[in-house]
């Protein structure tokens, strides 16, 4: 028997065990393993890439609503100083300040909550790109080693004739179970950021809903309170306007009274000169021509009636001239009013104006940015 019978070797290839079509069999499996694995790893990349894009919508959509609001607050604070000009009674009549001041309170709420929740959603979108760079780089090694699993079972299937190599171990090599738990975990992973980001960006949805709510909510009341204190100062700019007028027409017709009375004062004291002046003359007559006669008595008469006359004046001329004092204070008392209800009115125009010239977009309007990931399309893949 030929040495080499002995030794088990023959030249009939059908004689050497069925190792060869085992292995290609073996090799088949682990390409079909392999392209299933890649399929899910390109679904979960593909899951995670639309959920990437969707973050960054929300986080344009909420930057763009805190910066209209952050431009609105200004506005306000621009009104909240405006009426803080109004005097304090006016603050306790038009109580608009205080719905102003409630509308500048939920702003600034808005703004701080809106700052947080961006952070947050910039946190969700960093870990989205961090476990996408792990898909991206286990579908390329699982590409690489379906490339490399196909070229063995062509070289097996076709048997060229090579010299046989020396097989070098590669370091970190694994065992089977380990690479199955790394592609569950790693799936997994994936699912489970996008599972929570979704659910952070609903809840984002519901809080920019909520603030719309209220902030409209808010708004409508301020425009109804802002529109209620124009009206009743209005109204009572046209009252104060009409008793202005009614006061300058008295004090008008006060002053010709006092004229009046004045004049026919002044009157009688030079008719009592006059009569005076008679008396005295005619009791410079001499001898028996200085006589109690008919000339000398009416002079008499006359100078007693018109000295009762002038005492009776007098207190009716300091009565008209209180009375003018008294609606001349009137007047600018009212004068006063005027111009405080005037500038309170003016203060409410103009937050009117300041209000309408910017009103904040509504919360949940999409504002979209031209950023690399934005600009993906939600159906496109990432391999090519």
Sequence with gaps: MNPKQKMGFTNDISQ????????????????????????????????????TCQIVQMIDRAESCLAQQQLYSGLLEDCVSLCNSITVDQVKQHATAAEIR??????????????????????????LKNVHCHLLSDHQDKTD???????????ISTAPAIPPSAVKNQPGQVSYDHWLNHCNQLRMWAEKQVQEASSFRANMRFTLSHFKVAHDCRRQQVDAALRKSV?????????LLWERDNLQKEIANRKKSVQNISNQMQNCYTKLHQASHCLNLLNYR??????????FVSLTHEKGDLTNLA???????????????????????V???????????DIMYRCQNRRHSLQPQHLTTAVMINRPWAGMALGSSFFH
Excluded: Y
């Design 16 to 51: 050497i065990p069925a190792v060869i079509h085992h292995t290609k069999a073996h090799l088949g499996l682990r390409h079909t393993e392999l392209c299933q694995w890649r399929s899910k790893i390109e679904e979960c990349a593909s899951k995670v890439q639309q959920e």
């Design 102 to 127: 409630k509308e500048q309170a939920l702003g600034t709420e808005t703004r701080d909550s809106l700052q947080k929740q961006i952070l947050a959603l910039k946190d969700k979108l960093n870990s």
């Design 145 to 155: 080693a379906i490339r490399l699993t196909s070229k063995c079972i062509t070289i």
């Design 231 to 239: 009206h009743n100062l209005k109204k009572e700019e046209i009252n």
């Design 286 to 295: 001499p001898g028996k021509e200085l006589c109690m006669d008919q000339p």
């Design 311 to 333: 005492i009776g004046i007098r207190p009716f001329l300091n009565r008209s001239q209180q009375n003018l004092e008294l609606t001349k204070c009137h007047l600018r008392t």
């Design 335 to 345: 004068e006063d009013k005027l111009a405080k209800t005037t500038h309170a009115l």
